[in-house]
């Protein structure tokens, strides 16, 4: 089983990232779990999206403390909160940032650091206001990449089913964001 | 269809594919999806039901009664504060025999204010004679609901399908949403005996004095139990058409159990999880399932425990003053059997707690190492 932990805060589209990565590894045929951080969700504060994904049924259904994975929206969140809070080591934290890896030497130790400017990508494609761009589609074709937990294909069908508006751009941009993350091959 | 969806919107599906007629619901967090989808899919013509908005959850049930009383197929759904209002209306609803189908969102009663599960809502509705189904995922939500239609329907009293807040109704998860020429097979139209008619006028529900209420009762009692007959045939049949068996009760391991877990909603489900690494530590521990509170399956509960050596129940709820309701109802059922196993009476998860595996585990581990049970309540995981 992988599990999965999304920081945003409240309307950049962690939840929307998580179901949109769940819809799209669900299309395979695997199993999945997508959920919010239980209860109220306020604009601009840290919010949390969580998936599960196996190739078997999930009966568990309690909280994820323990994720595999970590993605990252908003790069302010680093200083307000752990982000790697239970992570495996050796996990990936995605972050979107126009900072490389490198710069992340805190995170380097014990886990995999990846960086893709999403930002940017989003504003190119108009995804959301220019003040706070929508971030969540780009950052998931960067994840694909890095984790090859689903493939490039599979993801942009999962984002054309999940968005409101803009299928194709938000599908360029996830193409974008998996051709310029940042990180360190193995 | 396979689709990935919140378990608020495979109540929705599930009423849509029943083909309900008359739909009135008022929103509560955590239901309102259910209610948000319900309303979408009356405006957009996906399906053909009256919506009526109501001012309360009181009138929602009302609603209800009233458009089951001219052979309406009616669904509503509600949740904790919302479902307490709705009390006297459910009574209603037995009383008069309408086989109304309600959706209920496990939260925990206020105040203070929440919006996290446990089940003392709906157990508080325990002693109308409205059935309760309790949903482990959102594919069960869905096809409960279509099978609480058609047992409700054939014994003519209410059904609640109850889903726990967050854990299954803001959980997205994979949704078989079956073929509608498959459910119509399945579910035959509403077709009551006795409808209200202006041009055939008959009273419902009017004065009735010592003489027929008593009796009126009786037949109530009669209907609820032939209820568990036919909610084993009903799920063994939706098993056969759509792949997906269910009864009154679910069994996990319990062949050679000794020791017997039993739970309810979704943390029967994570249990799951926790039986399977039990057993490979060689513990002969197995899960038992209660799926339907009302009517209780209190045969299977006989047959299943008779000769186990221990029964651990793990309680979401509190009746204040006594304990964990399905343990009480447990040792109900078993008090008159010889060779009755000691039953450990846990409560946990309280106003949405966390229930994990490790949590579970140590609840069973807890179990085989003492010899009896120390208090009819033992609280798991309070922090004082």
């Known amino acids: ?186 | 269809m396979k689709q990935v969806i919140m378990g608020n919107h495979a109540l929705s599906f599930g009423a849509m594919i029943s083909r309900v007629q008359v739909i009135a619901a008022y929103p509560i967090t955590p239901q309102t999806q259910v209610v948000e989808l319900l309303s979408e899919l009356c405006a957009d013509k996906r399906l053909d039901a009256e919506f009526i908005k109501v001012e309360s959850e009181h009138s929602a049930m009302a609603a209800c009664c009233g458009a089951s009383a001219v052979g309406a197929r009616t669904f509503t759904a509600t949740s904790a504060q919302g479902l307490a209002l709705m009390h006297e209306m459910i009574h209603w609803a037995v009383g008069g025999r309408l086989p109304v189908v309600l959706g209920n969102i496990n939260r925990a009663m206020g105040p203070p204010w929440t919006i996290w599960t446990d089940q003392n809502d709906s157990l508080s509705q325990r002693d109308t004679g409205c059935l309760q189904f309790y949903a482990q995922s959102n594919q069960e939500v869905l096809d409960t609901v279509v099978q609480a239609f058609k047992v409700s329907e054939q014994i003519l009293l209410p059904s609640m399908v109850i889903l726990d807040a967050f854990a299954l109704s803001h959980t997205s998860e994979v949704v078989d949403v079956p073929d509608q020429k498959l459910v119509d097979e399945y579910l035959p139209p509403f077709n009551p005996r006795y409808i209200l008619d202006p041009k055939e006028p008959h009273t419902f529900g009017g004065l009735t004095g010592p003489d027929g209420y008593y009796e009126l009762r009786y037949k109530i009692e009669e209907a609820i139990q032939d209820s568990k007959r036919l909610i084993n045939e009903t799920g063994k049949e939706f098993g056969e058409l759509f792949g997906r068996e269910y009864g009154l009760v679910e069994k996990y391991k319990l062949d050679d159990a000794e020791i017997v877990l039993i739970a309810s909603s979704t943390i029967a489900s994570t249990a799951r999880v926790a039986i399977d690494e039990l057993q490979e530590e060689g513990k002969k521990v197995g899960l038992l399932r209660v799926r339907v509170f009302r009517p209780f399956p209190s045969e299977e509960i006989r047959e299943l425990l008779v000769n186990r050596k221990k029964v651990a129940v793990i309680d979401r709820n509190i009746s204040f003053g006594h304990g964990g309701i399905f343990a009480q109802e447990i040792k109900s059922a078993l008090y008159n059997c010889k060779d009755k196993p000691p039953i450990w009476g846990y409560i946990t998860g309280i106003g949405g707690r966390d229930v994990t595996v490790e949590h579970i585990k140590e609840i069973v581990n807890d179990t085989i190492k003492s010899e009896k049970p120390e208090q009819d309540i033992l609280w798991k995981g309070v922090k004082l």
């Open chain 1, 1 to 186: 089983m992988i599990e999965i932990r999304v920081h945003g805060r409240g309307g950049q589209g962690a939840v929307v990232a998580s179901k949109a990565l769940a819809i799209a590894v669900a299309s395979e045929g695997r199993y999945v779990q997508s959920f919010p951080e239980f209860g109220v969700e306020r604009r601009g504060a840290p919010v949390y999206a969580f998936t599960r994904i196996d190739d078997k049924e999930i009966y568990v259904r309690s909280k994820i403390y323990n994720p595999d994975h970590v993605v990252v929206l908003d790069p302010t969140l680093i200083e307000a909160i752990d982000v790697t809070e239970g992570l495996h080591k050796g996990g990936w934290i995605l972050i979107n940032t126009t900072k490389k890896p490198g710069d992340f030497q805190e995170f380097c130790k014990d886990f995999r650091v990846a960086t893709v400017d999403a930002y940017n990508i989003a504003i190119k494609y108009k995804l959301g206001p220019k003040a706070s761009p929508i971030v969540n589609t780009a950052i998931l074709g960067a994840f694909s990449k890095i984790s090859g937990v689903v493939s490039l294909d599979v993801l942009l069908k999962g984002i054309k089913e999940i968005v409101p508006i803009k299928p194709e751009e938000n599908a360029q941009a996830a193409t974008e964001a998996y051709n310029s993350v940042n990180f360190k091959e193995e």
